[in-house]
């Protein structure tokens, strides 16, 4: 049933002249052509015979006529369909149009009953129903449910649903499905004389096929529940593998804490008796919010001490929650069509940072939001891939689950609840996010009308901001502070850059919290928010005898990016004074930034070097004895600007120089500051275990404070590394010493790898650990080692996560993947041709790491596009792969 090559129309044109035959270029779906659904299907039932290598399932539909003339047009892919009744008799009257089920209806209304047979454990796209470690499980998002069977499978036809399964009861103990158990019971043995049982589910919730799920197996429970706001019972389970019950607490505190947090910051109330979440191994993505049912990636849920770190237990909260939210942000009120992606996952973003922040540190939560969408939103922004996050067309729409959909779908809504509650006084966006579940509960809603809700509930004037839904790419904002008299002027500019299909762009509202201070005394007299939403503005601040110190977009109030010409003065003045954690953060970074920029363009003068390094070290000497500061923040502070952040301030980066400079600062910094990291070091060390914020804390500084020794003290660093290693009691501390470890030639290398890879035999989620920590390292030898790891006896093709802990960890380290062998660009476009008949989703996924090629210099871009032609040049491609090789080519 798996055909990863899907052409579905004939070749416009895109053949080269002496290539085979030209491949066909799939249809682009456009935003523009929507229409309502022909035909409604208020209920479905399912029946399912399960096996893992054969499994047949008829569907039961109910239809009714949407619109006059039309016939019904049911979606499938990979599948055929064995038998097809209407109204109970065996119908003529249908037919194949490429993929879709054609049937010819009178009337308007029908029960259409269809047959279908599956062959899960060849299912390796793990799209539809696939066997993992001899469960079954599905993944219908976004168009997986037309793997199982014939369906108009979109998300604006939603359908009550019953799902029966049998099955042999030694195979699949376990049977789960959306909404509530309400029968179940033993069936005849099987043809192969096996006991066999059976299962009767009911959702009560109309939804839309991408939310439906089915899981069978051997699976274990962890319980607990939760008693709602209005007194609703609701049991909890987590499944898992017999064996991994142990490491779920934290997933089921976290999931209880979801629940309650909701009911508070957003008056959402759970809607079932029951909540069921099942971890999975073989997951394409992180987790999926099927309704009562979520499907979990096994690394967002299982956490213990032992084998995952604070990042870990942190990611494994973040995405608990986020699953959760989606009952209400994503299924009570999902997306009209998949150009609304944004509706449900940049909202839900929001609400789990919201979230996550509210659980642990506000100011160090959003720091990291903002690195990482800096590191991988900003980038999506700027290259052959930028798309608005509501997009205007897609070939395959697997493509468009990115960090601009999510992560900056996010920060456009945060930046409406800033607007709505700046100096308000009162939760006014809270009114705004009543006002859109109250209104659209129950049905397929669009952005639009989010908007639209928020402007109503909020009272905000939203006309020109909905350009942020609209256009892409990362605004870029000047600021110029002039001074006179007593009066303050700030001087705005903005410019959103061109992007693919954008020709001309509008200024669009940009809100910018900002401050003041004064020098003398450190203070400022209070933030203000102004909205750049023209070209330029200037805004006048009275009450300044002396000139400020401008303190702009605290809080990363929108996601731009900032040119205000700061001296390094200022810079260092903020970096010590600002009260917003988010700017004192920021005016380091910048310092930092600025420095190694100059220095990798060759910029820099002895004296500028020398001067710039001295200003960092004194700004990082300050953090490191800030006793005021509590260690998750400093060691937030203390990590430099990453290398993809850096290369994408060059309109062409030069890789090896960013790293040069990089770790070049880093270890000056390290000799200049040893003793303060040596006693950081010690004291961090010194701290028991627990998971409470500050031995968190803690730990963050102790593998910060390698990281820098690792780089202007090797031995002490090696000597150290190993000996926390030895001394670890949880994986944070074995973790951060092992990647130190990593990237030294020292012998403590070999010997703890191995020892980690033994210590962790039979542990997948760990063993994904070991091969990141090696192809993400600073070693010199990284692809050399990530060549000989490929040939490692645990790697494999079939499992993502390991997949993509070996080569994702490659592509995000810069000096080995542009090796300026071009060596790293073979082996990633190598694993593309070989991913991709296997598991079209995750072989795409690698194709933007060569797409950067514009933004690279000129040896390495011509190379990395020659990659990507080799790839275009394939005789099948699937099309996911396809879509993302011409846009980036393109
Ligand atoms: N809706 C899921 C989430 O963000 C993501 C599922 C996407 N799956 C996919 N195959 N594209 O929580
Ligand atoms: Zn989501």
Redesign the pocket.
């Known amino acids: 049933m798996d055909i990863a090559s899907r052409p579905s129309e004939p070749a416009e044109n895109t053949a080269v002249a002496n290539a085979a035959p030209p491949p066909a270029a799939p249809a682009v779906i456009r935003r523009e052509d929507y229409t309502p659904p022909a035909w409604l299907v208020p209920e479905v039932s399912l029946d399912f015979a399960l096996g893992v290598d054969g499994t047949r399932v008829v569907s039961d539909l109910l239809v009714r006529r949407n619109a006059p003339g039309q016939p019904l047009r049911l979606s499938g892919d990979g599948i055929a369909a064995r038998e097809v009744l209407v109204d109970g008799r065996p119908s003529n009257h249908w037919r194949m149009e490429g993929a879709d089920l054609v049937i010819d209806l009178e009337g308007d209304e029908h029960r259409v009953s269809i047959e279908t047979a599956l062959n899960p454990a060849a299912n390796s796209q793990l799209?539809g129903l696939y066997a993992s470690n001899g469960m079954l499980c599905t993944?219908c998002?976004?168009e997986?449910f037309r793997r199982i069977t014939f369906h108009p499978d979109r998300p604006d036809v939603l359908s009550v649903y019953r799902v029966r399964m049998a099955g042999p009861k030694a195979d699949f103990p376990i049977l789960l499905s959306n909404g509530n158990c309400v029968a179940s019971g033993e069936g005849p043995p099987n043809e192969n004389g096996e006991d066999t049982h059976w299962a009767e589910w009911h959702d009560p919730w109309p939804k839309p096929s991408y939310l439906f799920a089915l899981v069978a197996g051997d699976l274990v429970a962890t319980s607990d529940s939760f008693t709602t706001m209005n007194g609703r019972k609701v049991d909890l389970n987590i499944w898992v593998r017999p064996g991994d019950e142990s490491r779920t607490h934290h997933a089921m505190r976290s999931l209880i804490n979801s629940m309650k947090w909701d009911e508070e910051a957003f008056g959402r109330e759970y809607d079932l008796d029951l909540f069921n979440i099942v971890a999975v191994s073989d997951f394409?993505?992180?987790?999926?919010?099927n309704k009562g049912l979520n499907v979990f990636n096994t690394r967002y849920v299982l956490a213990d001490p032992e084998t995952a770190t604070d990042g870990d237990y942190d990611a494994v909260e973040g995405?608990i929650g986020?699953?959760y939210f989606?009952n209400w942000s994503?299924n009570r009120i999902t997306c009209r069509d998949w150009f609304q992606l944004s509706l449900?996952?940049g909202f839900?973003v929001l609400r789990d940072q919201m979230f996550s922040a509210a659980m642990g540190s506000e100011p160090v939560k959003r720091i990291e939001d903002v690195r990482v969408l800096r590191a991988a939103q900003f980038p999506e922004d700027s290259g052959p891939l930028a798309h608005p996050i509501r997009p205007d067309s897609y070939q395959e729409?697997?493509n468009f689950?990115t960090a601009t959909v999510?992560n900056k779908g996010a920060e456009v809504i945060r930046m409406m609840r800033s607007m709505a509650n700046f100096g308000a006084g009162a939760d006014r966006f809270r009114k705004g996010t009543d006002l859109y579940f109250d209104r659209h509960d129950g049905e397929a809603a669009t952005c639009e009308d989010f908007v639209k809700a928020i402007e109503d509930g909020a009272g905000l004037d939203l006309t020109r901001f909905r350009l942020w839904y609209s256009q892409a790419g990362t605004p870029r904002v000047t600021a110029r502070l002039a001074h006179e008299g007593d009066v303050a002027t700030l001087h705005l500019t903005q410019e959103v850059p061109l992007t693919p299909g954008q020709a001309s762009k509008q200024p669009m509202p940009i809100p910018l919290r900002l401050a003041l201070f004064d020098r003398a005394s450190g203070k400022h007299g209070g933030e203000q928010l102004v909205v750049l939403d023209q070209a330029e503005a200037s805004f006048t601040f009275p009450g300044h005898a002396e000139a400020p110190v401008l303190s702009l977009n605290r809080g990363f109030s929108a996601p731009v990016a900032i040119d205000a010409a700061t001296s390094q003065e200022d810079l260092v003045f903020l970096a010590a004074h600002d009260d917003d954690p988010f700017a004192r953060y920021e005016a380091l970074q910048s310092l930092i930034v600025r420095h190694l920029v100059a220095a990798a363009a060759e910029e820099l003068s002895d004296d500028e070097r020398f001067t710039g390094r001295h200003a960092i070290a004194s700004a990082i000497a300050a953090v490191l004895d800030d006793t005021a500061l509590d260690d998750l923040m400093r060691g937030e502070l203390l990590i430099l600007p990453g290398e993809g952040y850096l290369a994408e301030q060059f309109a062409q980066a030069d890789p090896t120089a960013i790293r040069r400079e990089r770790e070049g600062l880093k270890g000056w910094l390290a000799q200049a500051l040893l003793a303060r990291f040596t006693a950081l070091h010690d004291r961090a060390s010194a701290v028991p275990f627990s998971l409470e914020a500050a031995a968190r804390g803690a730990r963050k500084v102790k593998t910060q404070a390698l990281v820098y020794l690792a780089a202007g003290a090797p031995e002490e660093a090696a000597r150290r590394a190993a000996a926390q290693y030895d001394a670890a009691d949880n994986m944070t501390d074995r973790q951060g010493a092992l990647m130190t470890l990593c990237g030294l030639d020292t012998p403590g290398r070999a010997e703890k790898l191995a020892d980690f890879h033994a210590r962790y035999a039979g542990n997948a989620l760990v063993i994904d650990k070991w091969f990141s920590l090696q192809a993400g390292s600073l070693h010199g030898d990284a692809l050399a080692h990530v060549k000989a790891l490929a040939d490692h006896p645990d790697f494999t093709l079939g499992n993502p996560n390991r997949v993509r802990s070996l080569y994702m960890a490659f592509a995000a380290n810069p000096a080995a993947f542009h090796d300026p062998s071009g060596e790293g660009y073979r082996i990633i476009a190598d694993l593309i041709l070989a991913l991709d008949p296997i598991n079209a989703?995750t072989a795409a996924r690698f194709v933007p790491s060569l797409g950067r090629w514009r933004r690279i210099e000129p040896a390495r871009a011509a190379m990395m596009r020659a990659e990507l032609e080799r790839i275009a040049a394939a005789p099948s491609l699937s099309r996911d792969t396809f879509e993302q090789v011409t846009r980036s080519l393109g």
């Open positions: 799209m993944q998002e976004a997986g394409n993505m992180g987790a999926m919010e995405v986020h699953e989606h994503g449900k996952e839900t729409i697997s689950y999510y989703q």
